[in-house]
């Protein structure tokens, strides 16, 4: 291996965002970059592993962060997770059997989930620079949504989180605040949703 193979190796490290693939330009191509990076998790390769050792199956802070560089980038800060994207966040969650990011890959979730049940209940949503951040509490913008959030939006993170096998307690915990503002008619809707072990 030549000297300057390590240096292109060290580059694209210190500089990961400049890939264009992950770049992104809209909610869709962001959407699309959030695969590459749920592939990286699943395989332990590709572009967002590159650099550093990563089994597969398991996700690190380095994931967790290009998961946030994704949904904050400049092109779609101002607009509302999408559905897309909440998905593909919900597959990561699924793909990663292994922890190593101390709570924030849960945590983001859990926020995006939130912006993007908001906003298609019609409600207006932070940046997501303020909404996704880890320094941004979700209890103090998702709360004021909880009345207002329809439940077809409940219905479908109940969806995504019935039978998986990563339990996400943060996003849990948002739901059922969703869910006690909400209306007991629809409690009945979504058995074994929860698990009451929490």
Known sequence: MSAAAPKSLEKSAEKPVELPSLEPSCRDTAAHALTIVRDGVITGEGPTTKG??????????????????????????????????????????????ERADGGRFDDLLAKAVAHYAASASGLKVP???????????????????????????????????????????????????????????????LPNVFDIGM
């Open 52 to 97: 550093r050792m990563h089994f597969s199956r398991s996700l690190d802070a380095d994931d967790t962060a290009w998961c946030v560089r994704i949904l904050t980038a400049t092109a779609v800060n101002d607009q509302p997770v999408s559905r897309a994207e909440a998905e593909t966040l919900f597959e990561i969650n699924e793909a990663a059997t």
């Open 127 to 189: 940046p997501r620079s303020v909404a996704l951040s880890a320094e941004s509490d979700i209890e103090s913008w998702a709360p004021a949504y909880a009345s207002k959030v329809n439940s077809e939006m409940l219905e479908w993170i109940a969806g995504q989180m019935r039978g998986k096998r990563q339990n996400n307690r943060r996003l849990m915990a948002m739901v059922a605040t969703f869910l006690g503002a909400t209306a007991l008619p629809l409690a009945g809707q």
